[in-house]
């Protein structure tokens, strides 16, 4: 069954950034783009363990730190093709609040 989590305001990440929170057992990164959407994916790379937070941030795209892999954020596939990332739920209540949901 499917469980929200509140990660605090949208706030603490500055527009273009990413930041990894811990969420149960689980480490989540959350990106905020420039346009002020937010994402949420696995915190590591699938091919070198990245850290994914500290990546570069585009539009919807997401380019690992290690080795420049790049990321769609809406459906976590890579644009070259082999591992992808596995993509959370994430919203923002109207208080600026995000809403992670994890299964």
Same mark, same amino acid.
């Given at each position: 069954m499917p469980q929200v989590h509140a990660l605090g305001p949208v706030a603490q990440?500055?527009?273009?950034?990413?930041r990894t929170f811990t969420?149960?057992?689980?480490?989540?990164?959350?990106f905020r783009t420039r346009a002020g959407k937010v994402y949420a994916t696995q915190a590591e790379c699938p091919h070198r /363990?990245? $850290?994914l937070?500290?990546? &570069? #941030?585009g539009t919807d795209t997401l380019v690992c730190p290690l080795h420049e892999w790049s990321?769609?954020?809406n459906t976590g596939?890579?644009?070259?093709?082999?591992?992808s990332l596995t993509?959370?739920?994430?919203? /923002?209540? $109207?208080?600026?609040?995000? &809403? #992670?949901?994890?299964e």
């Amino acid at each position: 069954m499917p469980q929200v989590h509140a990660l605090g305001p949208v706030a603490q990440i500055p527009e273009g950034e990413g930041r990894t929170f811990t969420v149960g057992s689980r480490q989540v990164a959350v990106f905020r783009t420039r346009a002020g959407k937010v994402y949420a994916t696995q915190a590591e790379c699938p091919h070198r /363990q990245g $850290p994914l937070a500290d990546g &570069l #941030l585009g539009t919807d795209t997401l380019v690992c730190p290690l080795h420049e892999w790049s990321f769609d954020l809406n459906t976590g596939e890579s644009r070259l093709g082999g591992c992808s990332l596995t993509v959370y739920p994430i919203a /923002q209540a $109207p208080d600026g609040t995000l &809403l #992670l949901t994890l299964e």
